[in-house]
């Protein structure tokens, strides 16, 4: 079975939103994926990243981490903060909910992941930071 | 992000074109706004053709031009909506209240 990992670490910059994305798709394109596979990966990983840069951290000198993983056809993905963590998980992932509503936020980030992701699994613990652990499975072009 | 703007009668149009997240979103919303309060424009066009990229900030972005302007009795719609887009709007459900056409022309003629 195929295995391969990438790890990276960015400072919690918006500028490094698109950055992000298309690390994580480069690295998925080796499963052949779709157009339409890789636009789900990117978009999931862009509110991931998003959510740790506006809700985990106050400050952009922090740092976002990424783990990628690719296990036969399936890839898992990895967001990590070491920010506040979130107060109140089953709300942070109801639809159309914001904790920041001055911030012009749609509050379908976790809506987004949970759609064009496989699974998603949330660890956060307050004050130590939060965990998102998303993985999607990859049809094989036959 | 790049942003093209054109006027038609009282309605403004605006053409994006790159990719739409939190991090381009703030400064598109200040944008657009300038622009809107500089004319005192109430109809807005905006035009997803060159769009390659959006997350769940473009909606925060649409929602909030739609809820300024739905204050003073004026209208949003989206134009050019294509497959790398559409399902993060179909998600949100937002056209339910935004209308979307094909193409600007359709747009300009019944807003």
Known sequence: MCYNKIKIEFLS?????????????????QLDPTIDEITDVKTAVSEAVTNAIIHGYESEEEMVTIEAIIEGTQLTVIVSDLGKGIDNLELAMQPLYTSRPDLERSGM??????????????KSDKGRGTSIIMKKIFNPLS | MHLNFENNEDKLI???????DHHSAEEVRNIIDDRLERDNYNKLIMDFGEVTFMDSSGIGVVIGRYKKLHMRNGKVCVTNIKSSVKRVFELSGMFKIIMSYDDVNQAVNNI
């Open chain 1, 13 to 29: 910059k918006s500028q490094n939103e698109s950055f992000a994305r298309v690390a994580v798709a480069a690295f998925a394109s």
């Open chain 1, 109 to 122: 980030g976790f809506t987004v992941m949970e759609t064009f992701m496989d699974s998603l699994e949330v």
């Open chain 2, 14 to 20: 605006v053409y994006m074109s790159g990719e739409l």
